[in-house]
């Protein structure tokens, strides 16, 4: 169950330290990236240059930052404009309380607004939690890259996950 408090937001360059906080938790984890080195305020800063949709979760309006999801361009080419690839992490001590679909929640929407026309992600396969809210939301599973990357110098495959925004087709 979600609770009543969570509220999403656009965020804001001044969630980059909050943002960092929760990136660099799911780095740790090594379930949800191939990414190994943490990220500083400044590199997240970064993210709003795309000009396109980050939503930040919070405890309460208010509040702390407690997930977040952000949309970043699929590829540079003019023909996949309208295209997002998106991530969502949640802040260790608050998974599984309902911030991830929160966020994503919030992101489709603001997706839709800001004219995309379709949301995809990867997703380790054991991230089930991942797969499972994607599933929930209307992502469906459309592949899987085998062999993807390396990650600790161990091959890992990625579920291709992927979800039409309707109102833009």
Known sequence: MTPSNLQARPAEPSDAPA????YNQGI???IATFETEPRTPEQVEAWWAHNLPIVA?????????VGYAAVFPYA????YRGIGEFSVYVR?????????????????VAAES????????????????SLSLMARLGFKEVGVHEKHGKL???WRDCVLVERLLPADL
Do not use: H, Y
Not at 123 to 129: G, K, L, S, Y
């Open 57 to 65: 979760v919070t405890d309460g309006a208010g509040g702390p930052v």
């Open 114 to 129: 800001a004219g995309l026309w379709k949301l995809l992600s990867r997703v380790f396969p054991e991230n089930r939690a």
């Open 76 to 79: 540079d080419r003019c023909c």
């Open 28 to 30: 740790e984890d090594r």
């Open 152 to 154: 600790d110098g161990v």
């Open 92 to 108: 260790r001590d608050w998974r599984g309380r309902g911030v991830g679909r929160v966020a994503m929640e919030q992101l489709i």
């Open 19 to 22: 943002i960092a906080l929760i």
